[in-house]
């Protein structure tokens, strides 16, 4: 895990949220990997002090969130090919993301 303690934002654009609103950002995790290492799932954990799935709704699909992370990875040297997994795989304590192979081999280097 990567701790990273940064504020996202979120700008209510997703279709399970209409909430805009600031979202603290404490680690990103590669979750998995497959045998190939071509394909993997980051998960992109929270605060849930800033942001409560009961109340917020999920921030899958927020175009703002996956901007704001795009910035993040970047200046923290990962790769930025990153796109929201299937609305199934988000928690209630991170986002969930599909990644491909430049990005894990990013990761493993961080």
């Known amino acids: 895990m990567i701790k990273v303690n940064t504020n996202l934002s979120t700008d209510g654009s997703g279709y399970w949220s209409n909430v805009a609103k600031t979202v603290l ?3 990103l995790e590669l979750s998995y990997v497959n045998d190939e290492g071509d394909f993997g799932e980051l998960r992109v954990h929270f605060d849930t002090n800033t942001w409560d799935v009961g109340t917020d709704g999920l921030i899958y699909t927020d175009k703002q969130f996956i901007n704001d992370l795009k910035v993040l990875l970047n200046r923290i040297e990962l790769d930025t ?3 929201y997994s299937e609305q199934g795989m988000q928690g209630d304590t991170f986002v969930s ?3 491909g192979p430049e990005f894990i081999k990013s990761f493993k280097l961080a």
């Open 25 to 27: 950002v404490t680690g």
């Open 97 to 99: 993301l599909d990644v």
């Open 81 to 83: 090919d990153v796109s």
